[in-house]
């Protein structure tokens, strides 16, 4: 067997488990972009049927069955493959330190990591675009959500400030990761007007516009400070009840 595969690969000649994983991929393929026309087409992926997929698609149900259980099967795997994907390029962004970011605001660049990120989600935009949009899976969002907060919440405790720790962080993450991955979905379902290179700049930005920026009126104010006085409030209160 392995003389055949070395044989096959040395002639250029495919064998035929790459004929047929090759094969297997294109109709995954076909079958993910006609679950997303049908979610356009009927608005509501709940009436998206089997049969709608696979003459959309071009292939028997026979062969759609020998990939997926039912159509929920189908939205499921292509959730987990996403998922674990992004775990990787979130990985590499989380990885970046402060100074990073700094130098790169300055110089008005995209965090390191952001580019592949966004580029990850406009080469699967057809699909991606359909599921996180109206009419798709609205659990989709919330799956990324918490696989993001799951890989960057170690590096955010690395250095942080101990008196900001408590509710105050878990609330500014849960904040923070909502606001990035809302501002990911807003730009992929409104037709990613933005190019990549912008996109990448703009969300890397946008993490640091504090109240008033925008208004010319900067509100500045100690987060530790603050954080400790919200616990010590927070205990009182519990008390006084």
């Known amino acids: ?3 055949t595969i070395m044989h096959g690969a040395a002639t250029g000649r495919r064998t035929p488990s790459a004929t047929v994983d090759r094969r297997s991929a294109r109709t995954r393929r076909a079958l ?13 992926l709940s009436q998206v049927t089997v049969t709608a997929v696979t003459e959309r ?23 987990e493959e996403t ?29 390191p990591g952001s580019v592949e990120l966004l580029q990850y989600f406009k080469d699967r935009g057809l699909y991606l675009g359909a599921l996180l949009g109206k009419g798709g899976d609205p659990a989709f969002a919330q799956r990324i959500k918490d696989m993001v907060r799951s890989v960057v919440t170690d590096r955010a405790l690395d250095g942080l400030d101990a008196r900001a720790m408590g509710s105050f962080f878990d609330y500014y993450l849960t904040f923070a990761v ?19 290179g ?12 504090r109240p008033g920026d925008l208004y010319g009126r900067p509100i500045d104010f100690d987060v530790p400070k603050f954080a400790i006085g919200l616990g010590l409030l927070n205990l009182k209160e519990r008390n006084d009840d």
Request: charge should be negative; glycine fraction near 8%.
């Open 1 to 3: 067997m392995g003389k």
């Open 32 to 44: 993910r972009d006609a679950l997303a026309a049908e979610i356009q087409a009927t608005g509501d």
């Open 57 to 79: 698609a071009d292939v028997t149900r026979r062969t759609f069955y020998s990939h997926f259980r039912d159509i929920q099967d189908l939205v499921n795997q292509t959730e």
């Open 83 to 111: 998922i674990a994907d992004l775990r990787g390029l979130v990985g590499d962004i989380s990885r970046v330190d402060l100074e990073q970011l700094e130098r790169a605001i300055a110089d008005m660049e995209p965090c």
């Open 178 to 196: 909502s606001a990035e991955v809302g501002v990911l979905v807003e730009w992929l379902t409104g037709g990613m007007r933005e190019s990549v």
């Open 198 to 209: 912008v996109m990448a700049r703009l969300m890397t930005a946008l993490m640091f516009v």
